[in-house]
């Protein structure tokens, strides 16, 4: 059984960093496509970036371009998404997931379609 487990999140001030991780059982990430989400209170699930081996290698949805950055271990088997310059705004819930059949494609991204599997979430609040 696959599951996703995501870590790192936790309370930030605006401005500052957090580094959330994104590790597996039951399969592995370094040979698949790894997408980050985040539900905010009240509002919908919004695509925050994707790692691919395929085309496009990352893609990050505009809110955070230049802000997080998306990368692989693959001696960890982890992805990371390093946070940088957070805002209010950016407090949420943050999951990862996998699609097991697809790149990061506008089908998948930030749509959502197509994941196969999900993990519970890491909370991130970034707050004075």
């Known amino acids: 059984q696959v599951q996703l487990v995501e870590s790192g999140g936790g309370l930030v001030q605006p401005g500052g960093s957090l580094r959330l991780s994104c590790a597996a059982s039951?399969?592995?990430?370094?040979?698949?496509?790894v997408a980050w989400f985040r539900r905010a209170p009240g509002k919908e699930r919004e695509g925050v970036s994707c790692?691919?081996?395929?085309?496009?290698?990352?893609v990050y949805a505009d809110s955070v371009k230049g802000r997080f950055a998306i990368s692989r271990d693959e001696s960890k088997d982890t992805v990371y998404l390093q946070m940088n310059g957070l805002k209010p705004e950016d407090t949420a819930v943050y999951y990862c997931?996998?699609?097991?059949?697809?790149?990061?494609?506008?089908?998948?991204?930030?749509?959502?379609?197509?994941?196969?599997?999900w993990g519970k979430g890491t909370l991130v609040t970034v707050s004075s």
């Open positions: 039951g399969l592995s990430l370094d040979s698949h496509t």
């Open positions: 997931a996998v699609p097991l059949y697809y790149a990061c494609s506008h089908y998948v991204f930030p749509t959502g379609y197509g994941m196969d599997h």
């Open positions: 790692i691919s081996n395929g085309y496009p290698s990352t």
